[in-house]
């Protein structure tokens, strides 16, 4: 690291303008950054790898059994992509308007060659996050240099939400991998790199946009850069990305035009995500502070902890110093013009990304590069020598980071709550008749773990879907019981329920809804009540 209080910022730049070397000390040096960042690769896949099988019980159940569904029904019911169905509202069909299923295909070509197992979703989802680690890494070397890379890289395999996404059934995983990977490459276009360069970014910025919407906004990177072409007269260059641009974002606008009509047109008419600015309204978001104390909360509990939290604070305060080089100077603004526009995306769409904590995945690029620039400043401050105090430091760092951070949270968020949830399909599926529908009532109302470990199709309850609140029970027994009613008039074989499932008001449903039990006592036969579940086989109309 030397005496450069700047930490060598034109680094990439000088590194690209030499030739291939000849040199032994800089094949040396290229061999040494090329192991750190295998290295770093290796703990990321530690991290994200460990307990690789644990069942879809953890923290973010609800929305991985859903996206789990879908692979499944592309798997056993239709391949087309353009048709994701979940199991959880009926016989079907049950198309939703949701993202473009990438890692719930990729997951059901696995069940297709390997046969179904309900942990393939994460393995699919932490590749992706290999992807992000190496895609991170190689962009934050064009902005700042290899060291500020490597600082970099090693703060988003250790950060406990990073972690938890990457290594979750869910489609962030593959939107960020792929949108990140597309402004790497547009980036690298844009510093001197191949033509070919532009149609690979725009491709793989595409599908990482269309994998999850919040990608759109690392678009704002390459409508920045396109930008600064404009002004320094290089209309030609700017013009083909307006170009591929325009291209991208009609694919993008027709593709999810497309899922808001499939989610309309079939019951239970949902489309994924609300809570917009436009649809609660501007002044409600400024009553609610915009959600900023589920934000911290969120960051201190469960994503990020004190160490990480103080870390991208010092990053983002001190940035490093500018560069001589004009090109350097443009791209080491790549994180603030990318957490911008997260933060943009952020106040649109609050109450939806608070609510479903994974939709924070888009900040973790910038995050994690802020992360390790104050890594960085704090280990080589006031330091003079490689040896001393800078390792001693960052060991220091890391191992707070571990300690306080990563290991406690990452454990927090996988925690099995949903185990009850499984425990209770598994016993639909033993009791279940090829063709039976099932209802079931997870330890969290709404969750359709249920549903899912069941192996049938079948309804959550109360049952939900477009504007019906599905997470709370129903005031009283005589409406739930008509609810029930339906359902059975529907086809539905199986009633179930955790004993200890609960709403989002901590009501429990064999307290709240006694009545629905005494109805169903009267009405249907009772085949299981142990300490944790609660099953009837319904009788028929």
């Known amino acids: ?69 879908m692979a499944d029904n592309f798997q056993q019911r239709s391949w087309n992509i353009f048709f994701p169905e979940v199991s959880w509202t009926g016989p079907g069909p049950s198309y939703q308007g949701r993202e473009f299923q990438i ?28 992807v992000t680690v190496f895609s991170l890494h190689r962009l934050t070397a064009l902005c700042w240099g290899q060291t500020h890379a490597h600082a970099a890289a090693l703060a988003y395999a250790l950060m406990p939400a990073a972690i938890m996404i990457d290594s979750s059934f869910l489609p962030d995983p593959s939107m960020l991998a ?38 759109v906004a690392a678009g704002a990177v390459i409508f920045y850069l396109m930008v600064r072409w404009i002004l320094q007269k290089k209309r030609r260059q700017a013009a083909e990305v307006f170009l591929w641009g325009f291209l991208s974002l009609a694919i993008i606008g027709a593709y999810f035009s497309w899922a808001i009509y499939l989610g309309r047109s079939y019951p239970p008419y949902h489309v994924a995500g609300s809570g917009y600015i436009w649809n609660s309204g501007l002044w409600t978001f400024v009553n609610d502070g915009f959600y900023f104390k589920s934000v911290w909360n969120t960051s201190v509990w469960w994503f990020y902890g004190y160490p990480f ?23 080491s603004a790549i994180p603030y013009i990318w957490l911008g526009a997260a933060m943009i995306v952020y106040l649109a769409a609050a109450r939806e990304i608070t609510s479903n904590p994974w939709n924070y995945h888009i900040f973790h690029v910038p995050f994690a590069m802020f992360c390790g620039r104050g890594a960085l400043l704090l280990a080589t401050f006031a330091s003079g020598t ?29 925690a099995p709550v949903a185990m009850n949830g499984k425990l209770l399909g ?46 709370k ?47 169903l006592d009267k009405t249907a036969t009772k085949l299981v009540d142990s300490d944790a579940l609660l099953v009837y086989r319904i009788t028929r109309p």
């Open 473 to 519: 029970f129903v005031a009283d027994d005589a409406t739930a019981i008509a609810q029930l009613e339906e359902l059975r008039g529907q086809g539905a074989d199986l009633f179930g329920t955790a004993k200890n499932a609960a709403d989002n008001q901590d009501q429990l449903f064999i307290e709240h809804h006694d009545g629905v039990v005494d109805y």
């Open 103 to 130: 890692v719930s295909y990729l997951t059901a070509l696995l069940y297709q060659l390997f046969g179904w197992h309900d942990w393939f979703g994460r393995v699919v989802a932490a590749f992706f996050g290999l």
């Open 178 to 215: 792929l949108v990140t990977t597309g402004v790497w490459l547009f980036a690298k276009y844009w510093a001197g790199g191949s033509r070919w360069l532009l149609p690979l970014a725009a491709v793989s910025f595409t599908l990482g946009a269309l994998a999850k919407p919040p990608g």
């Open 309 to 331: 939290m103080a870390l991208i604070a010092v990053g983002f305060w001190i940035p490093p110093g500018p560069a001589e080089d004009p090109t350097q100077r443009t791209l």
């Open 386 to 414: 490689v040896l001393s105090p800078v390792v001693l430091r960052s060991i220091c760092i890391v191992v707070v980071t571990l300690v306080w951070s990563t290991f406690p949270l990452v454990k927090t968020m996988k």
């Open 1 to 69: 690291m030397g005496d450069d209080p700047e930490l060598n910022q034109a680094e990439v730049q000088q590194y690209l303008q030499q030739p291939i070397a000849r040199d032994p000390a800089a094949r040396n040096y290229l061999n040494l950054d090329t192991a750190v960042l295998l290295g770093i690769l290796f703990i990321a896949v530690v991290f994200r790898f460990h307990n690789i099988t644990l069942p879809l019980v953890d923290a973010f159940s609800w929305r991985e059994t859903s996206t789990a569904m």
């Open 426 to 471: 598994e016993e639909l599926a033993r009791l279940a008749q090829p063709g039976d529908l099932v209802v079931a009532i997870a330890p969290e109302v709404g969750d359709p773990v249920a549903v899912y470990y069941s192996r049938a199709r079948g309804w959550v309850f109360p049952p939900g879907g477009g504007d019906v609140e599905w997470s």
